[in-house]
Structure formats: C-alpha cells, structure tokens
T-cell receptor, first 113, second 115 residues
Framework: GNSVTQMEGPVTLSEEAFLTINCTYT??????LFWYVQYPGEGLQLLLK?????DKGSNKGFEATYRKETTSFHLEKGSVQVSDSAVYFCALSLIQGAQKLVFGQGTRLTINP | DTEVTQTPKHLVMGMTNKKSLKCEQH?????MYWYKQKAKKPPELMFV???????INESVPSRFSPECPNSSLLNLHLHALQPEDSALYLC??????????????FGPGTRLTVL
C-alpha cells in the first residue's frame, strides 16, 4: 500500500543547531512528495515539495531531496530558529479517483533559545 | 494570493444542533477537500470535490453532509454530531488537472467542540 513513515518526535534542539527529520515512503507509481508545517492553532502550510526523482525542494532555509533509490525525502535545515518550532508533516500525493495526500504521523519540533 | 478562508474559527454545538462550516478560495482551483484532524494526529481526508462534483467520500458518517455550491465555495453541514466528532476541520484546495503534482493549500481550520 501507500504509506509515509516519519521519525518519531518530539524533537528538541537548541537555536542554530542542525536539523534533520527523516521521512521514508512506500508508494505504487511515482508520487509527488511534500513537507507541510503546522504552527500551533493554525492550518497546514506548504513548506516545500518535489515532483520527481532527484528534485530538491527548498524554502526558508529548509531543503529536502526526492531520493527514489532510498524512497526518502528527509527534511534538513542548517541553523534552526525558535520560530521554527512547529509540527512537520511529510506527505505523498497520488491519484485514487482524485488527488489524495497520505501523511506521516508528524514530528513535533521545539527549538530552545 | 494562496489563501483559503474558513468560517467560523471556533464552533461549539450540542448533539441535537444543526450547523455549517464554510470554506472559500479565489485561486481558481477546481478541487476542494475536507479533512478532520484530531489532536497530535495528521489530517484525515473526508471528502473531495472535483469540478463541483463529489469524487471521494471516505466512508464518512451521514451526519456530515458536504456541499459545493460553486467553484469557490465548499460547505460542510453538521447534524446530530457526537462528542467524538470534536476536532479541527480543515478545508483545502488545489488545481484539479494533473492534481498529483499540485500543492493543496489549506485553510486555518474550524475548531469544533461537540457537547
């Protein structure tokens, strides 16, 4: 079946630390891959995406590369800020009648000053 | 403009009430979605409309009734809900053609509490 597995949280880091949140997927076909971020009390915002193998998505200092050989889409940031504290969701997109997003369980990130 | 708006922001209702959630987008998207999100969980898809027609119903109980009156609006009518239906209800929209590669844009959600 189609599924997304994210590293379990919560993750707590100090400001300016390096961040990696692992994401691996299982899918039939060639899905698009997304990272969404959810700040407390808000909806989901697109952080970045990649639509084919070897694509790199980037935004606000975050990066992720679509690795078909390892079925992964790990999120990285070189220097995190307190404002990056949020829940991060990895998701794949596929067509089953219409577009469906399959989400990972989410990783709660807390950055301490 | 990539904004999806939802009203109300918060809603408290009794189990015998009838209420509606509203969602609006002006991005020209022809696919619209309702999700339910419980605390500390990812969103769960409920319904998908494509070109104003219901294309996916994820076996949602009939006490939830979606409606898409036009390409910009999506409603979710609520009736005889249960306390376990309390959750954040998210609306999203995307382009419908080749939708697998397009971004779904989410609204801020309606926080629903059923007493």
């Amino acid at each position: 079946g189609n599924s997304v597995t994210q590293m379990e949280g919560p993750v707590t880091l100090s400001e300016e630390a390096f961040l990696t949140i692992n994401c691996t997927y299982t899918a039939t076909g060639y899905p698009s891959l997304f990272w969404y971020v959810q700040y407390p009390g808000e909806g989901l915002q697109l952080l970045l995406k990649a639509t084919k193998a070897d694509d790199k998505g980037s935004n606000k200092g975050f990066e992720a590369t679509y690795r078909k050989e390892t079925t992964s889409f790990h999120l990285e940031k070189g220097s995190v800020q307190v404002s990056d504290s949020a829940v991060y969701f990895c998701a794949l997109s596929l067509i089953q009648g219409a577009q469906k997003l399959v989400f990972g369980q989410g990783t709660r990130l807390t950055i301490n000053p | 403009d990539t904004e999806v708006t939802q009203t109300p922001k918060h809603l408290v209702m009794g189990m015998t009430n009838k209420k509606s959630l509203k969602c609006e987008q002006h991005m020209g998207h022809r696919a619209m979605y309702w999700y339910k999100q419980k605390a500390k969980k990812p969103p769960e898809l409920m319904f998908v409309y494509s070109y104003e027609k219901l294309s996916i119903n994820e076996s949602v109980p009939s006490r939830f009734s979606p409606e898409c009156p036009n390409s910009s609006l999506l409603n979710l009518h609520l009736h005889a809900l249960q306390p376990e239906d309390s959750a954040l209800y998210l609306c999203a929209s995307s382009q419908a053609r080749d939708s697998w590669k397009h971004t779904q844009y989410f609204g801020p959600g309606t926080r629903l509490t059923v007493l």
